[in-house]
């Protein structure tokens, strides 16, 4: 049974450029959300998609934006990225009817 | 005032000692409560969740939660050196097709020998 999966692992880039990450959730889950980890930080909401819809939204800017796709995976993009954006971003899914929330490896993003 | 706080670490205990770890929330329209594990450089993984009020095992587990006090709390006995990592705990509020986790910024354990 694969877990969540997110790609890349780490990625580099610099200030004002954008960013797709990408994330698959767990068999059987439909609903995908993205968090964002600062060091040393929990993890701060960022959005949540269920049925390719964007049903809740933590306090981000809209340089953040997602999309979740037929079979249920997620891309999260950023534009316009800031040093503070250099964080863990982590994509959680869940079953409908279910609160709990399992995580993929996260994908490590530098801003330079 | 943070949404969810967990007490001030990092916490420090002897193998096969008790070690508890506190947390308070704000909001009272939160549902559930969730535990998780994150080791240094790791995704956080999950090791509990209690939604009733009261005293929820798991092996060497236990999540307790009183919500008229707005406090959650997990016990982890018979503690061991690879229990040292980063625990956190979370609030989650909803409805039936949406929910978010609010985080608590974390306590760091440490089991020493």
């Known amino acids: 049974d694969a877990g969540v999966t997110q790609s890349p692992t780490h990625l580099i880039k610099t200030r004002g450029q954008q960013v797709t990450l990408r994330c698959s959730p767990k068999?059987?889950?439909?609903?995908v959300s993205w968090y964002q980890q600062a060091l040393g930080q929990g993890p701060q909401f960022i959005f949540q998609?269920?049925?390719?819809?964007?049903?809740q939204r933590g306090n981000f800017p809209d340089r953040f934006s997602g999309h979740q796709f037929p079979n249920y995976s997620s891309e999260l993009n950023v534009n316009a990225l800031l040093l503070g954006d250099s964080a863990l971003y982590l994509c959680?899914?869940?079953?409908?009817?279910?609160?709990?929330?399992?995580f993929g490896p996260g994908t490590r993003l530098t801003v330079l | 005032q943070k949404e969810v706080e967990q007490n001030s670490g990092p916490l420090s205990v002897p193998e096969g000692a008790i070690a508890s770890l506190n947390c308070t929330y704000s909001?009272?329209?939160?549902?559930?409560f969730f535990w998780y594990r994150q080791y240094s450089g790791k995704s956080p993984e999950l090791i509990m969740f209690?939604?009733?009020?009261g005293d929820k095992e798991d092996g060497r587990f236990t999540a307790q939660l009183n919500k008229a006090s707005q406090y959650v709390s997990l016990l982890i006995r018979d503690s061991q050196p690879s229990d040292s990592a980063t625990y956190l705990c979370?609030?989650?509020?909803?409805?039936?097709?949406?929910?978010?986790?609010?985080f608590g910024q974390g306590t760091i354990l440490t089991v020493h020998p």
């Open positions: 909001d009272r329209g939160s549902q559930s």
């Open positions: 998609y269920y049925e390719e819809e964007e049903r």
């Open positions: 068999s059987g889950h439909d609903t």
């Open positions: 209690i939604y009733s009020n």
């Open positions: 959680a899914s869940s079953g409908q009817g279910y609160n709990e929330q399992f």
């Open positions: 979370a609030a989650f509020a909803g409805g039936t097709s949406y929910g978010k986790l609010t």
